[in-house]
């Protein structure tokens, strides 16, 4: 079984900077995919960012050019960069595992855009 554990949500400005962590609490060499999911309210989650074992990623048309995903395997960790956030970027940021054909999901981290 595999924790994994975000930090870095906050309530910033339009125009600000976050720096999402998720730290795994076990190893994660050899997963598929690895990244960030989002949940504003009354709406589905839906993908932001996500980093394959290739190193390809997949990054949602909304965030493309503002926000940069990023793994350090050796720290079992994944990293979500967000820069000249907008108010609908509020919402809660999940992070996900696929590992060994199994998928896991942290507790989530807040983002609040607003001024």
């Known amino acids: 079984q595999v924790q994994l554990v975000e930090s870095g949500g906050g309530l910033v400005q339009p125009g600000g900077s976050l720096r999402l962590s998720c730290a795994a609490s076990?190893?994660?060499?050899?997963?598929?995919?690895m990244g960030w999911y989002r949940q504003a309210p009354g709406k589905e989650r839906e993908l932001v960012a996500v980093i394959f074992r290739g190193g390809v990623k997949k990054i949602a048309d909304s965030v493309q050019g503002r926000f940069i995903i990023s793994r350090e395997e050796a720290e079992n960790a994944v990293y979500l960069q967000m820069n000249s956030l907008k108010p609908e970027d509020t919402a809660v940021y999940y992070c996900?595992?696929?590992?060994?054909?199994?998928?896991?999901w942290g507790q989530g981290t807040q983002v609040t855009v607003s001024s």
């Open positions: 996900n595992l696929r590992l060994n054909s199994e998928e896991y």
């Open positions: 076990a190893s994660i060499f050899g997963f598929f995919v």
